[in-house]
């Protein structure tokens, strides 16, 4: 018998307890997933005529919270737990976790809550992302990580854009929020481009044990490109320049996505649903050409790939892969969840053709999109509730 026993970890048993402050990523993917599922049945009530949201145009409500609602929390939740990692430097947890998390709950239940004041709820709403920042910054500023710096300055960003949203919707502006709700799906998409840039081809290689091809010149025209086509889409979006600026994002994205390519990625959804979700981003430049060109139908199409595609399809495939990889556990999805990679892909291709190619039936792909929606994030939050509420199963912090 051996003085000192090792312990085998594979038969430990799992930590017991609530761990769902422990690390950023917890509460906000879950909320992320809950909300998506949550959000889009009460979009279709506002579209059946049941449900009245005061001052709120429902289609800017809709835009509204599925970008500051949704897209933020995941990006409370990836940029709070990837920050800790780029830093060495604690992120938020604990209890000032949970009162960040509280706060993004109090802007999403003022628009709820009938007799709040608007300037309350502005004001609750508004006040998450300066905090979101300050809790980024302080670490990444410590660290003086200058690469980083981008991401602090892009949720300064965001918050300009719901403020633009927010003084129209209080009758202080005209025509606002139409610009704040455009300026932040590109601002989203420049996150993406950004970030996808660094984690889809580092997660394809360490996995499948490939090298993505990265061309300098195509890495060098990536962001410039990308800013050049949202900017002149946003100040300018039936120019003809506006077509040749994002028609060149478009091919440079496309390049880029080629270049990170490897047959093999098939055989693994937490990958194919990364680059998926990307070519949605590329397809979204693609069409947003097509729009400044003039041909119609093409303007919805294009800001329903970036924000169905780009933003639904990547955002599902990140949380469900970092949701494993920080709890502890292998990268390997339930069956269920590669269904649900398949059901927002199916949800996001009918959001973008059928207003494009087959307008008369707009209303019912609407509907079978947004169903479509709702059981692919309803089978994330059922399926990942459980990981994110509880410690690792590995024991270590987190």
Known sequence: ?????????????????????????????????????????????????????????????????????????????????????????????????????????????????????????????????????????????????LHNYPFPIMLLALTAANALVHLEVLGWTASTASLGLHLAVYVVVMMIVVMGGRVIPSFTDNKLRTRARKWPLIERLVVPSTLAALLASLLAPDLILTALFAAIAALVHFIRLAGWYTNKFWAEPLLWVLHLGYAWIALGFAL??????????????????????????????????????????????????????????????????IPLFFPASHAAGMTASGLLWVIGFALFAVLYAPMLLRPRVDGKPG
């Open 1 to 145: 018998m051996a003085l000192f026993p090792i312990e085998d970890l594979h038969t430990r048993p799992p930590p017991t307890g609530l761990a769902p402050f422990a690390l950023g990523f917890r509460p906000f993917f879950l909320a992320a997933g809950i909300w998506a599922v949550l959000l889009m049945a009460l979009w279709m009530l506002v579209l059946a005529g049941s449900l009245d949201l005061g001052t709120w145009s429902p289609l800017v409500w809709h835009g509204h919270e599925m970008l500051f609602g949704f897209a933020v929390a995941v990006i409370a939740g990836f940029l709070l737990t990837a920050a800790q990692n780029w830093t060495g430097i604690r992120t938020p947890s604990g209890a000032p976790l949970a009162a960040l998390f509280l706060l993004w709950l109090a802007g999403r239940l003022g628009f709820l809550i009938p007799g709040l004041p608007p300037v309350l709820v502005a004001l609750l709403d508004l006040a998450f992302l300066p905090v979101l920042t300050g809790a980024l910054a302080l670490p990444i500023l410590k660290a003086r990580q």
């Open 288 to 353: 947003l050409a097509l729009s400044a060109a003039g041909i119609e139908g093409a303007a919805g199409s294009a800001l329903h790939a970036f924000t169905a595609g780009g933003i639904g399809v990547l955002t599902l495939g990140m949380m469900a892969r970092v949701s494993l990889g920080h709890t502890g556990r292998l990268l390997e999805p339930a069956p269920l969840m590669t269904l649900a990679f398949i059901e927002i892909g199916l949800a996001a291709l009918l959001r973008v053709a």
